[in-house]
T-cell receptor, first 114, second 110 residues
Framework: GAVVSQHPSRVICKSGTSVKIECRSLDFQATTMFWYRQFPKQSLMLMATSNEGSKATYEQGVEKDKFLINHASLTLSTLTVTSAHPEDSSFYIC??????????FGPGTRLLVL | QKEVEQDPGPLSVPEGAIVSLNCTYSNSAFQYFMWYRQYSRKGPELLMYTYSSGNKEDGRFTAQVDKSSKYISLFIRDSQPSDSATYLCASNFGNEKLTFGTGTRLTIIP
């Protein structure tokens, strides 16, 4: 069964609005979660590391004020795309690490900004 | 040079054939090696992961790691149309962050 869930699976919004994406770890507690972005026919690009109880760590080139991450509990991390624009349209995927060996990914959220 | 190199394909093989997918990596400090399968518009699904060199088998899938040559392989026996997907190899140092290959698009022809 699924280890990681994401909600919503798909969202369409108008330019300038904010969108929140939830990532839940279903099988175990996670002090760390990861957020990725994937463009069509490309590999995953790590955006940030979500840390329970502390600030997220963003990868170089990722705007922390645009992509707000909150890790509210050991099973929930949220990614908010603020003032979304068409160029933010993408496939957003979260993951939960298994110890430090590998990661389980969520089903992804497809964002379309009109 | 990317740390993990993977032939993007596309790769098409007839149903029932053995599929060989490969990656090379440059950082000898990598410890864990994994293969993910990703269907279109879905998140990656963990197929297998291994620690250091050796083989690991799970049903029709076999993962091989050769640390001496920095080579990672995934073999799929008796390939099925449902195996058609993008396959991503990945590695890490044992510090949670993964380094991915670009992915290989595989099509199994009925």
């Amino acid at each position: 069964g699924a280890v990681v869930s994401q909600h919503p699976s798909r969202v369409i919004c108008k330019s300038g609005t904010s969108v929140k994406i939830e990532c839940r770890s279903l099988d175990f507690q996670a002090t760390t979660m990861f957020w990725y972005r994937q463009f069509p026919k490309q590999s995953l690009m790590l955006m940030a590391t979500s840390n329970e109880g502390s600030k997220a760590t963003y990868e170089q080139g990722v705007e922390k004020d645009k992509f707000l991450i909150n890790h509210a509990s050991l099973t929930l991390s949220t990614l908010t795309v603020t003032s979304a624009h068409p160029e933010d349209s993408s496939f957003y995927i979260c993951s939960v690490p298994l110890w430090q060996e590998t990661q389980y990914f969520g089903p992804g959220t497809r964002l379309l900004v009109l | 040079q990317k740390e993990v190199e993977q032939d993007p394909g596309p790769l098409s093989v007839p149903e029932g054939a053995i599929v060989s997918l490969n990656c090379t990596y440059s950082n000898s400090a990598f410890q864990y090696f994994m293969w993910y399968r990703q269907y279109s518009r879905k998140g990656p699904e963990l197929l297998m992961y291994t620690y250091s060199s050796g083989n690991k088998e799970d049903g029709r899938f076999t993962a091989q790691v050769d640390k001496s040559s920095k080579y990672i392989s995934l073999f799929i026996r008796d390939s099925q149309p449902s195996d058609s997907a993008t396959y991503l190899c990945a590695s890490n140092f044992g510090n949670e962050k993964l380094t991915f290959g670009t992915g290989t698009r595989l099509t199994i022809i009925p």
